[in-house]
Each structure stands twice: as structure tokens, then as C-alpha cells.
Nanobody
């Protein structure tokens, strides 16, 4: 069955870097768009970054553009999120998600994703 497992969350200082990883099983990530979302306490889950099927395009929320990079490693069936220049407002639980429809294009609409990981906590604090 489909499973997504995130890892790499940690406590980091402002200005630091972290790399999150999402290990997928039960499907081939190359055929699906994949995305990262995050949810801070008391806030709604928000879009962070996405990579289209086949890795043919990426898209970022304005708040992370230029600081975060999403990439996929088809051989390992894994999607990573490289986060640089971290800010306290990046503190959240980060989720990996899989699009419902293969070979479809889209980015930030949560309703277009059908499987989610359990989340990995990122805390940015000095």
C-alpha cells in the first residue's frame, strides 16, 4: 500500500539549514507530482513546495522561494526538501504529500493530494 515517511526534522538556529526527506513506497514517484506542506500550531496547513511528475517543474510558496529547494530521486523513490536560511517562522510540522492523479499538473491545492506522511517537526530557534 501507499506509504510516505518523512525524516530530517530537527531543532536548528536561524540562518541554518536542514534537509527533509520523504521516502515513498507502494507507488512510483516519477509518475506523480509530490509536494511539501507545513502546519504551525494554531494555523492551517499551508503549501511549501512541489515538484511535478517526471521532475519537469517545481513551484514554491513565496515565503520560501530562493531559500528552499525541492528535488526528487527516482532511483530511491524519495523526495527531498533542502531548506536554507531558516527563519523562526519556518517552525512547523512538515508533511510530504502525493497527488491523486498520475501525470497531472498542479501545486498548492491540498484537495489534489490523497496520501500524506505523518510529518516531521522543524523548530527554528536560537
Amino acid at each position: 500500500q501507499v506509504q510516505l515517511v518523512e525524516s530530517g526534522g530537527d531543532l536548528a538556529q536561524p540562518g541554518g539549514s536542514l534537509t527533509l526527506s520523504c521516502a515513498a513506497s507502494g507507488f512510483t514517484i516519477n509518475n506523480y507530482g509530490m509536494a511539501w506542506f507545513r502546519q504551525a500550531p494554531g494555523k492551517e496547513r499551508e503549501f511549501v513546495a512541489a515538484v511535478n511528475w517526471g521532475g519537469i517543474g517545481t513551484f514554491y510558496a513565496d515565503s520560501v522561494k530562493g531559500r528552499f529547494t525541492v528535488s526528487r530521486y527516482n532511483a530511491k523513490n524519495t523526495v527531498n526538501l533542502q531548506m536554507n536560511s531558516l527563519k523562526p517562522q519556518d517552525t512547523a510540522l512538515y508533511y510530504c504529500a502525493k497527488r491523486k492523479v498520475p501525470y497531472s499538473i498542479g501545486y498548492s491545492n491540498k484537495d489534489e493530494y490523497d496520501y500524506w506522511g505523518q510529518g516531521t517537526q522543524v523548530t527554528i530557534s536560537s
